[in-house]
């Protein structure tokens, strides 16, 4: 890596899942049949993204010298295909989470990057008893908050959250650096080998609690001061929202026409590119093409960037 460059672009690990489609191809070449997530941005130790050239994308931030801590606490950044249903699911909070062997819970975010015609999302639901009586009865259904949706919108998943992808949604997920995920109903589904996947129904009921559209909003918007949602001074020369500010990450949503300017910073950021097409330019002058699917890291003080073209993306950091 030149010194004087402060890009690395990034290339995903794939995983593949029992719900996942063929939409993440286009973006991925994959041999996988089905796949379902593309964790574009991750620096968890087990399966982190890489380099083009298969760097471990951990070890070339140390390299560059972005502290461990920054390293740890970076959020993990996935595209996510859902086919079919996934399960219905919940994740922990950070006390439950390290109280059961995990270094934090899972707050996420969702912004939809594709939504077919009768694509819905479940969002929470009715009332803890309400969720204990329609588990008794075998089905999770009667006591979920379902939503239609289309592209462009975006919601805040906390930890506690029951949430599950409806078929023919695709998103750009950002969520806190943990892969902990309790499965509260799964359709009776087999796994790759055959066998019943797992659930985790006593831990999901340990978790689950239903919030209100204040709470959700105060959460997703915490370090705003309640502007929602907030035009940010992130980028000249074209349109930049802050999309969501929650006490784990921040993600800005960026739609450039023309040429803009995206400000210098004083830590690790994620650019992910959503759709369209253009140039992104470092201080040094060196110049990347990019496209939908494309991810880079941006290293800390590495001056101002250049973004040419038509096309959006989403500026992550914590």
């Known amino acids: 890596m030149n010194e004087t460059d402060r890009i690395l672009p990034v290339s995903p690990y794939l995983r593949s899942a029992v719900w996942g489609g063929q939409r993440l191809k286009a973006l991925y070449p994959t041999d996988l049949e089905r796949p379902a997530e593309a964790w574009i941005f991750s620096l968890l130790p087990d399966h982190p993204s890489t380099l083009p050239d298969g760097t471990p994308l951990p070890d070339a931030l140390r390299a560059a010298g972005v502290p461990e801590a920054e390293i740890a606490a ?27 062997g995990s270094p934090c819970g899972k707050n996420e975010w969702w912004y939809v990057t594709h939504a077919g015609p009768e694509a819905r999302i ?22 979920l908050r379902s939503l239609s949706v289309r592209s462009g919108q975006h919601f805040l998943i906390p930890a506690g959250m029951v949430h599950a992808l409806g078929a023919g949604v695709e998103v750009l997920e950002v969520q806190q650096p943990s892969d902990v995920t309790y499965r ?19 831990q999901a009921l340990d978790v689950a609690r239903a919030y209100e559209p204040c709470e959700i909003e105060a959460l997703r918007y915490a370090r705003t001061e309640g502007v929602v949602p907030r035009p940010t001074a992130e980028l000249s020369g074209s349109v930049a929202l802050c999309l969501c500010a929650a006490p784990w990450f921040r993600v800005v ?6 040429e803009a300017r995206l400000a210098s910073a004083d830590e690790l950021r994620c650019l992910a590119i959503l759709d369209g097409a253009g140039t992104l330019a470092a201080s040094s002058g060196r110049e990347f093409p990019v496209r939908a699917g494309d991810t880079f890291a941006l290293l800390p003080d590495g001056g101002p960037l250049s973004l040419s073209g038509c096309l959006s993306a989403a500026l992550i950091r914590r």
């Open 74 to 100: 970076f959020p993990l950044v996935k595209r996510i295909d859902a086919e079919r249903d996934l399960s219905v699911q919940v994740h922990p909070d950070d006390d439950y989470a390290r109280a059961h």
């Open 122 to 143: 479940a969002w929470g639901i009715t009332s803890r008893e309400a969720l204990r009586a329609a588990m008794d009865r075998g089905d999770p259904a009667p006591a």
């Open 184 to 202: 509260l109903w799964d359709y009776g589904r087999l796994d790759a080998d055959g066998r019943p996947r797992e659930l985790h129904v006593r």
């Open 253 to 258: 949503h960026l739609s450039v026409t023309g």
